[in-house]
């Protein structure tokens, strides 16, 4: 996306080397290396402000899905059996449930 568009590396503007006249470096040629310059920030500004919009997105959406989530874990899951929990420790406890409730009478009749 980005290197399809970007026509110099910061090595090709290191190494640019300007042909100097009479005067100086040639202003033409100066001004063209600028132009190209000026056209690579103009792409990147654009990719930056793109990102910087998808970035956004995706967090207001990250947020959405949390603030889901937390509403969906305010609704209290009914706890798993244990995994030891056989049909003979069931019975064992409605024994001792019932011997607490009901006493010896239960027994002793």
Not at 10 to 16: G, P, Q, R
Not at 27 to 54: A, G, M, R, S, T
Not at 70 to 90: L, R
Request: glycine share 2%; no cysteine; hydrophobic share 35%.
């Amino acid at each position: 996306m980005l290197s399809n568009k970007v026509k110099l590396t910061a090595k090709d503007i290191l190494e640019k080397d300007f042909k100097t006249s009479m005067r100086g470096y040639n202003p033409d040629e100066v001004d063209q290396f600028l132009d190209l310059i000026i056209k690579d920030y103009e792409v990147f500004h654009q990719v930056i402000e793109e990102l910087q919009q998808e970035n956004l997105r995706l967090k207001k959406q990250t947020e959405t899905k949390m603030s889901r989530s937390q509403h969906q874990q305010q609704v209290p899951a009914q706890p798993a059996p244990a995994a030891g929990s056989t049909n003979f420790d069931i019975l064992k406890r409605l024994s001792n449930l019932e011997r607490h409730v009901f006493g010896d009478k239960l027994y002793n009749e």
